[in-house]
């Protein structure tokens, strides 16, 4: 269990960076800069099942569409919500997007799971489920609080908040959707693949559901802004570079999360996509703090230390479900 959890202490590491790619997005418009990065996750989730499970096609086929519902749509919700994600750092940065889009994921996407295959800890270790919840959520109210407060009230941040939140629900719905491809788990076991390919199958319905979703959305907005020709604007090569090693750490985040909730076993999808979470907020802090955002802010980085405490603190709880 002990290297599960170091796993997704990686798979953490790796979810709270990917963000630093949005900050930046010229010489693309938003929407060619986001359409080209959900056709780049769509190429590196893909091609890391084939390469890792070549017989994955025929693993999907023997369940056909039936199987693929649940992943297909809530990757769909995903990608739409992806989409709030983005939009968000650019109006209130990096730090408190994370903030509150993790606190909505980590209660929709831990509980989801466990309502859906009717999977509850018991006794001491459903006590400290519900702790390890709570603290999380605290420990995400007081960086959002901090965040608000730095931005000069929630009027001024009011539509970065309301992307942030609908970024956390589909976030939630998305390991909801990889939970429903639970199905793949033991038709892997019997070709003998790999725990590692067995996440990139599972991850994969999801992924091109939201990737797909995201890309005709922003091939929308390219054709009514008229924006098309930003994709060959002087540097559009170099941001396509950059936003392929954006495309390899998210996708590693989610690949590792996946081996992890293997390697925990019955705890991984619920107590895992909370610590997930967490160790991401607390990254994606670490990393605001660095690029400036929260430069000269006074108290409220005192608030966002405290949540960070509290996050952190959380962490304990997990080690007892």
Not at 70 to 81: E, I, K, M, Q, V
Not at 121 to 149: C, D, M, N, Q, Y
Not at 212 to 226: D, F, Q, T, W
Request: hydrophobic share 55%; charged share 10%.
């Amino acid at each position: 269990m002990i290297a599960g959890f170091l796993v997704l202490l990686v798979a953490g590491l790796c979810q709270g960076s990917f963000g630093l790619g949005y900050k930046k997005y010229p010489p693309f418009s938003w929407a060619a800069f986001w359409g080209v990065y959900c056709l780049l996750c769509i190429v590196v989730s893909a091609g890391a099942a084939w390469i890792l499970a070549p017989e994955l096609w025929k693993v999907i086929g023997s369940q056909g569409i039936a199987g693929l519902g649940l992943p297909l749509f809530c990757g769909a919700l995903w990608g739409l919500s992806a989409i709030g994600f983005s939009k968000g750092i650019d109006k209130i940065g990096m730090s408190m997007v994370y903030g509150i889009s993790m606190g909505i994921s980590t209660v929709v996407g831990s509980v989801l799971p466990m309502v859906m295959h009717h999977e509850f800890p018991k006794g001491a270790s459903f006590a400290a489920f519900i702790a390890e919840l709570i603290f999380t959520v605290i420990g995400v109210v007081l960086v959002t609080i901090a965040g608000v407060r730095r931005d000069g009230g929630a009027g001024k941040a009011k539509l970065g908040v309301v992307l942030a939140i609908f970024s956390g629900l589909g976030s939630g719905a998305m390991n909801l959707g990889f939970s429903g491809s639970a199905w793949m788990s033991d038709a892997f076991a019997e070709l003998g693949y790999s725990q590692t390919a067995v996440s990139a199958g599972k991850w994969l319905p999801v992924l091109v559901g939201g990737c797909i979703a995201g890309a005709l959305y922003c091939a929308s907005e390219l054709s009514v802004r008229k924006e098309w020709k930003t994709l060959t604007d002087t540097g559009a090569g170099k941001r396509v570079g950059v936003l392929f090693g954006v495309s390899l750490i998210w996708y590693a985040a989610l690949l590792l999360y996946g081996l992890s909730v293997s390697m925990l076993g019955n705890i991984g999808s619920t107590v895992g996509w909370i610590l997930f979470n967490a160790l991401a907020l607390v990254i994606s802090v670490g990393w605001g703090l660095w690029s400036g955002e929260w430069k000269d802010s006074g108290k409220n980085k005192k608030i966002l230390f405290a949540g960070c405490g509290v996050l952190i603190l959380s962490w304990i709880f997990t080690v007892m479900v």
